[in-house]
Nanobody
Framework: QVQLAESGGGLVQAGGSLRLACAAS????????MGWFRQAPGKEREFVAT????????SYADSVKGRFTISRDNAKNTLYLQMNSLKPEDTAVYYC???????????????????WGQGTQVTVSS
C-alpha cells in the first residue's frame, strides 16, 4: 500500500494558478501509475489526469486539457498537478491516487486505483 497526502489547495480567482502536490510514502510509488481525480459537491468523483510510472505517458480529461499538467518526481516520491487558467467549474476536492499494480497501464477509472489521499480543497472564485 502507498500512503498519500495532498497539499497546495486553496482559494484563487478565476484565471489564476495553483500547484497541487501529493507526497507518497512507501517504496512502490515509483512503479505505480498515478492519477488526480476531483469531486464537486453533489457530483460524482471524476477523472482529471493520469501519468505512467516513469512519467512518459500522460492523459487528461477534456475539461482540463491544455490548462493542467501532471508530473512526478520519483526521487522525491511526489506527484504534482499544475493548474493554470482556473475556472469556477474547477472548484472541487482534488484527490491523488495510486494504481493498484506495478507498471500498470494508464486508466481513467477510480476502480483501477487502490490508494487514495484525503483530498485538498480547490475553490475558484469568479
Amino acid at each position: 500500500q502507498v500512503q498519500l497526502a495532498e497539499s497546495g489547495g486553496g482559494l484563487v480567482q478565476a484565471g489564476g494558478s495553483l500547484r497541487l502536490a501529493c507526497a507518497a510514502s512507501g517504496r512502490t510509488f515509483s512503479s505505480r501509475a498515478m492519477g488526480w481525480f476531483r469531486q464537486a459537491p453533489g457530483k460524482e468523483r471524476e477523472f482529471v489526469a493520469t501519468i505512467s510510472w516513469n512519467g512518459i505517458s500522460k492523459s487528461y480529461a477534456d475539461s482540463v486539457k491544455g490548462r493542467f499538467t501532471i508530473s512526478r518526481d520519483n526521487a522525491k516520491n511526489t506527484l504534482y498537478l499544475q493548474m493554470n487558467s482556473l475556472k469556477p467549474e474547477d472548484t472541487a476536492v482534488y484527490y491523488c491516487a495510486a494504481g493498484t499494480v506495478s507498471y500498470g497501464s494508464l486508466s481513467q477509472y477510480p476502480r483501477d486505483f487502490g490508494s487514495w489521499g484525503q483530498g485538498t480543497q480547490v475553490t475558484v472564485s469568479s
